[in-house]
């Protein structure tokens, strides 16, 4: 199982990005997706994160401003990421709750990180 994490780059602050995250390999589910981020220096820390129901939540720093969303067909994550602020700027990681095969636990899989930087 592997989760690729892309979409990041250079913005002015105040534009925006969508970062994807396409998990590929051996899935039977996925359950809870999310994205992440770790500016340098600091502890990574949730952004966003989506149910397999479809229920969101946000940091609070990103609320009114982010959104996340998935497509299943398509095994991706989506975080749209609009009003980007210098704060922003950091390595942004996806991760899943991802089943194997029917009846196996889920385990917690990571992206290599995709890194956002927003000019002020």
């Known amino acids: 199982v592997q989760l690729q994490a892309s979409g990041g780059g250079l913005v002015q602050a105040g534009g925006s990005l969508r970062l994807s995250c396409v998990a590929s390999g051996s899935i039977f589910s996925i359950n809870d997706m999310g994205w992440y981020r770790q500016a340098p220096g600091t502890e990574r820390e949730l952004v966003a994160k989506?149910?397999?129901?479809?229920?969101?939540a946000y940091a609070d720093s990103v609320k009114g401003r982010f959104t996340i969303s998935r497509d299943d067909v398509k095994r991706t994550a989506y975080l749209q990421m609009n009003r980007l602020k210098p704060e922003d700027a950091a390595v942004y990681y996806c991760n899943g709750d991802i089943a194997v095969r029917h009846l196996s636990p889920f385990y917690t899989y990571w992206g290599q990180g995709t890194l956002v930087t927003v000019s002020s």
């Open positions: 989506i149910t397999g129901g479809g229920s969101t």
